[in-house]
């Protein structure tokens, strides 16, 4: 036996002309666009199970978002703050940290090519910019702007500060047996 929702909503001309312009916004967020048709699709009589289908959404959501316009109207529909633990560390310090990460380790002193992430959690304490971090955190900060210190790419950029190119150079044209003979080409016709 199918589920009936006890909340049913009825919409007034308005409020039904604002969540179709929601709808029908290609450059809204898709969750806006999503909330909006679930109010539609509840206030033309549909099951939260069929509304599901419809916008391949679970069952949970669409009871969720129904509850909430049933309560609210559209400001039940509003992104809300979320929960969760304030930053532990300022912006400042994150920038601070990523700079740290950007350097190059024969610069601080260390006999380094390349950094690591216990390597810039070390460095960073000893600068004093954080008391303590964790490597996760760490990681997760370097990651988010693509900063792989410890990515080794060194035949791109030598970190080496004595370094000098030995050898020839570059090679340019052909190379080998190709170089010293011209290429012959056949007559047509044979």
């Not at 589920?3 to 009825?10: K, L, Q």
């Not at 633990?85 to 920038?95: G, K, L, R, T």
């Not at 959690?121 to 370097?142: D, K, P």
Request: aromatic fraction near 8%.
């Amino acid at each position: 036996m199918p589920r009936t929702s006890p909340y049913a909503i009825i919409l007034d001309k308005a409020t039904r002309a604002r969540l179709e312009e929601l709808a029908r916004t290609y450059t809204s967020p898709y969750r806006d666009v999503i909330r909006a048709k679930i109010a539609l699709y509840a206030a033309d009589g549909l099951s939260n199970d069929e509304i599901g289908g419809r916008l391949d959404t679970p069952r949970q959501i669409v009871s969720k978002w129904r509850k909430r316009f049933f309560e609210e109207g559209l400001v039940g529909l509003e992104e809300r703050p979320r929960v969760g633990q304030p930053a532990h560390f300022p912006p400042s310090v994150v920038v601070a940290v990523k700079a740290l990460a950007c350097e190059l380790p024969h610069e601080t002193g260390l006999p380094l090519s390349r950094f690591s992430i216990p390597e810039i959690q070390r460095e960073a304490m000893a600068r004093g910019l954080v008391a303590s971090i964790g490597e996760t955190t760490l990681w997760r900060w370097l990651t988010e702007n693509a900063i792989r210190p410890w990515t080794p790419r060194t035949w791109i950029f030598p970190r080496d500060p004595t370094f000098k190119q030995t050898g020839p150079g570059p090679v340019r044209g052909r190379v080998g047996r190709q170089a010293a003979q011209p290429r012959r080409l056949r007559p047509l016709g044979r």
